[in-house]
C-alpha cells in the first residue's frame, strides 16, 4: 500500500528578485515542523538561484533558527525538500490533492481538518498551499486547490508562520487521535 505524503508549501509573494531575511527566516522555521510531524517542505517562487543543496548550505550560514538550519539539511537528506518554481499549470502528481490554506475558505471547496486527517489516514496525499507575504497566496491558485482549509475552522487568518506551524501540528494530532482509536 501506497504511504501518504504530507507537504507544506510555501509560496513566496515577496520579492521574487531579492532576496529578504523573511524568505530564510521562514524556511528556518518551517524545517523543524515539518521534520517533527512528518512533512515534506516544498518551496515555491523563491528567489535563490541555488540547488536545494546549496540552498541549505545558505540557511545554515544565515541563521541560528531551527538548530542553524540543521532540519532543513535532514529534510535535503531524507529528499524531503522540494525547491521549484511554481508551476504554471499542475503541481507534479506524486504531491497530491492541492489545499488552499486560507481564512476565507470558498464554501464549494470548503474542508474540514477531520476529513483531511481521515483522508491522509487513508493513504491520501496532499500539498498545503501557504503564501509567504502580506498578499497571501495569489488568488489564481485558489481555483487550481481541489480543497480550501481554513485550519482554524473559525475564519482567523494567521501569519505565515503561525500557520506554517498549525497546519502540520493540529493534523498530526489528529491523525495520531485516529491511529489510536484503529
Known amino acids: 500500500m501506497r504511504q501518504h505524503m504530507l507537504t507544506l508549501g510555501i509560496v513566496n509573494t ?7 531575511d523573511a524568505h530564510y527566516r521562514a524556511i528556518a522555521r518551517a524545517a523543524p515542523i515539518c521534520h517533527a510531524f512528518g512533512f515534506h517542505l516544498a518551496l515555491y517562487d523563491f528567489p535563490f538561484k541555488m540547488t536545494a543543496e546549496e540552498l541549505v548550505a545558505y540557511v545554515m550560514e544565515k ?3 531551527g538548530e542553524s538550519g540543521s532540519y532543513l539539511k535532514i529534510l ?3 529528499n524531503h525538500l522540494s525547491v521549484s518554481e511554481l508551476p504554471k499549470k499542475g503541481f507534479p502528481s506524486h504531491f497530491g490533492e492541492i489545499v488552499i490554506t486560507t481564512s476565507k475558505p470558498n464554501p464549494k471547496k470548503q474542508v474540514t481538518p477531520v476529513k483531511i486527517a481521515e483522508e491522509a489516514f487513508r493513504n491520501r496525499s496532499f500539498l498545503f498551499l501557504v503564501g509567504l507575504g502580506h498578499k497571501g497566496l495569489p488568488k489564481e491558485l485558489f481555483e487550481r486547490g481541489k480543497y480550501h482549509l481554513d485550519i482554524t475552522g473559525k475564519g482567523l487568518s494567521f501569519e505565515t508562520c503561525t500557520a506554517i506551524g498549525a497546519i502540520p501540528a ?3 494530532g489528529l491523525m495520531a487521535s485516529l491511529e489510536t482509536k484503529k
Open 63 to 65: 541563521t541560528t533558527i
Open 76 to 78: 535535503y537528506e531524507k
Open 14 to 20: 515577496y520579492d521574487k528578485i531579492k532576496i529578504l
Open 170 to 172: 493540529y493534523l498530526s
